[in-house]
C-alpha cells in the first residue's frame, strides 16, 4: 500500500545545502519551468530572471511575480549590476540547444546562437555562483573545452593536476 507524505513535508526540499542569504539566478528564462524545479528543489525562490523574448518574460512573470525580470539579451545584462552584490546560490541556464543538437545535423548554423553558452562563463566568472546547472543536449560537449578533461586512453576524468580519477565516467 502506496501513502502520500503528510501535506506539510509536500514541498519541504531534500538538498542539504543551505542557501540562506543567497540569491539564485534562471538565465534564458522561459515559461518559468527550471524556476519551478529550483524553487520546489531548495524551498528558495528564484530572483532573477533574463529573456529577450516578451512572451517569455511574461509567463515567467505570471508564474514567478517575485521574481526580477530582465527583457534584455543575456550578453547586455551585467551580472554585477543584477546582483548588486548578493551571493549567487545556484545558477540555471537553459542556453539554445539547436545549433548544437543532432536535429540540425551539427552543423553551426548561426555564430551568435551558438555561442550563447559563453554568457555562462561570463556569469560564472563574474558572480561565482556555488552551483551551476546547465539544460542542453548532449552534443554541447563539443562545443568548447571544459576544466574536466578526459583520458584519451581510458576516458576517466583527469584532475587539474593530471591525476586520473579511479572510477571510470561510463558504466
Given at each position: ?164 580519477c579511479p572510477a571510470p565516467v561510463a558504466r
Amino acid at each position: 500500500m502506496t501513502t502520500n507524505p503528510p501535506a506539510d513535508l509536500a514541498w519541504r526540499t531534500q538538498f542539504a545545502i543551505d542557501f540562506a542569504g543567497e540569491i539564485n539566478v534562471d538565465l534564458f528564462a522561459g515559461g518559468g519551468g527550471a524556476s519551478t524545479g529550483l524553487e520546489m528543489g531548495l524551498d528558495r525562490p528564484v530572483h532573477i530572471a533574463i529573456n529577450h523574448d516578451p512572451d517569455a518574460i511574461s509567463m515567467h512573470k505570471a508564474n514567478h511575480p517575485g521574481a526580477e525580470h530582465y527583457l534584455s539579451d543575456v550578453y547586455e545584462v551585467d551580472p554585477v549590476e543584477a546582483c548588486r552584490g548578493r551571493p549567487v546560490g545556484w545558477m540555471h541556464a537553459s542556453p539554445d540547444c539547436t545549433h548544437h543538437s543532432q536535429a540540425r545535423g551539427g552543423q553551426p548554423r548561426k555564430r551568435s546562437i551558438r555561442s550563447l553558452s559563453w554568457v555562462v562563463h561570463k556569469w560564472a566568472g563574474t558572480v561565482r555562483p556555488r552551483i551551476i546547472s546547465l539544460e542542453n543536449v548532449e552534443q554541447i560537449l563539443q562545443w568548447s573545452p571544459l576544466v574536466a578533461k578526459r583520458c584519451k586512453k581510458t576516458g576517466r576524468v583527469v584532475t587539474i593536476d593530471q591525476v586520473t580519477c579511479p572510477a571510470p565516467v561510463a558504466r
